[in-house]
Antibody
Framework: QVLLVQSGAEVKKPGSSVKVSCKSS????????ISWVRQAPGQGLEWMGQ????????NYAQRFQGRVTVSTDESTSTAYLELNSLISEDTAVYYC???????????????WGQGTLVTVSS | EIVLTQSPATLSLSPGERATLSCRAS??????LAWYQQKPGQAPRLLIH???IRATGIPARFIGSGSGTDFTLTISSLEPEDFAVYYC????????FGGGTKVEIK
């Protein structure tokens, strides 16, 4: 069983940045892709980007290019999402999620974190 | 970008009834289609991947079918815990989710 535990809720000002963490209990953290998916209040799911820790390779959804960074710290089995230039529309629950597939992600999500609410408000 | 359109937006049914949820892709996604269930305040849960393969621990009443651009999630007989929002997701290129179908108690 893989457990993904995310950091706590954040309140941010417009124009600032937020960094959310996702710590994995899995022993083989580095070979599985971790994605970030967000959900605005009352809305659907939106994929933002992913990283394969072993290779350090990242892929981002086009609409977030240049504003989002996904990274990992393999020593602590933790993935991070950093989102810059926050606007009110970035208010959402942010989830980390693992893709099955050793080294080659299959891009669906079998384990999810509990979610982190990020509120952007002046 | 591939767009996934789910219908209906809301499905009102009673326990024991059959639920049929549709997901249509704007272009072929081959068999790279997954379904998730989400309950209020919870993270999504993977039900089915690659059109019809149930994830670990998912009951047999959840049935996925389809190919190319048209896909269906059937819940053969609704249990009380099945009332939730369901999302389809394609992974033909980067991951994209449909808008969701809410299955509510009639």
């Amino acid at each position: 069983q893989v457990l993904l535990v995310q950091s706590g809720a954040e309140v941010k000002k417009p124009g600032s940045s937020v960094k959310v963490s996702c710590k994995s209990s899995a022993g083989t953290f580095s070979s599985y892709a971790i994605s970030w998916v967000r959900q605005a209040p009352g809305q659907g799911l939106e994929w933002m980007g992913q990283i394969i820790p072993f290779f350090g390779t990242t892929n981002y959804a086009q609409r977030f290019q240049g504003r989002v960074t996904v990274s990992t710290d393999e020593s602590t089995s933790t993935a991070y999402l950093e989102l810059n230039s926050l606007i009110s529309e970035d208010t959402a629950v942010y989830y980390c999620a693992r893709s099955p597939g050793d080294y080659v992600p299959q891009d669906y999500f079998d384990y999810w974190g509990q979610g982190t609410l990020v509120t952007v408000s002046s | 970008e591939i767009v996934l359109t789910q219908s209906p937006a809301t499905l009102s049914l009673s326990p024991g009834e059959r639920a049929t949820l549709s997901c249509r892709a704007s272009q072929s996604v081959s068999n790279f289609l997954a379904w998730y269930q989400q309950k209020p305040g919870q993270a999504p849960r993977l039900l089915i991947h690659d059109v019809s393969i149930r994830a670990t621990g998912i009951p047999a009443r959840f049935i996925g079918s389809g190919s190319g651009t048209d896909f269906t999630l059937t819940i053969s007989s609704l249990e009380p815990e099945d009332f939730a929002v369901y999302y389809c997701q394609q992974r033909s290129n980067w991951p994209v989710f449909g808008g969701g179908t809410k299955v509510e108690i009639k």
